[in-house]
């Protein structure tokens, strides 16, 4: 009888610990370290604000985000970080048992089923061209003309 109930224990807990396994174990934000060479530019992510680098950004693993660069002096820049399939969704693929379906069904809804490019980006900017020098006053040549 005690048998009987540990396996059937075992059993229940395998079928609700298997779906959404990417849910349980890294959830549906990814921290991504965002650093720039020369450090603090103006990080936007979607055109708002997210600091000054360095920082770091809990993002949606199943977005797609644009991160603006600013900074005076050098030239602003720009990345995509977009989401792909995570392969931790695999591990409700191979369980293959009959919640695996609902399994993934719940990563994607949560949006656990995916994954950002890296923890970590960094980015290098570029400085501005130095604009073409002008004179400001001296000694002007004038054509000689009738006086």
């Not at 048998?3 to 890294?26: D, E, F, K, M, Q």
């Not at 695999?90 to 293959?96: A, E, I, R, W």
């Not at 570029?126 to 006053?137: I, K, T, V």
Request: overall charge negative; proline content about 5%.
């Amino acid at each position: 009888m005690q048998r009987t109930t540990v396996v059937l224990l075992i059993a229940a807990v395998s079928v609700l610990a298997g779906p959404g396994c990417a849910t349980l174990l890294h959830g549906r934000y990814q921290d991504v370290d965002i650093v720039t060479i020369p450090d603090s530019a103006e990080v936007l992510i979607n055109g708002i604000r997210a600091g000054y680098s360095p920082v770091k950004v809990p993002l949606r693993r199943d977005g797609d985000f644009t991160v603006e660069f600013r900074r005076t002096g050098w030239r602003d820049t720009s990345i995509v970080l977009e989401g792909s399939v995570s392969t931790l969704l695999l591990v409700n693929v191979l369980y293959g048992y009959i919640g695996a379906p609902i399994g993934v069904g719940i990563d994607f809804l949560t949006g656990a089923a995916y994954e950002l490019p890296s923890e970590s980006t960094r980015v290098a900017l570029q400085r501005e061209a130095m604009a073409e020098p002008c004179a400001l006053g001296g000694s002007q040549q004038m054509e000689s003309g009738s006086q």
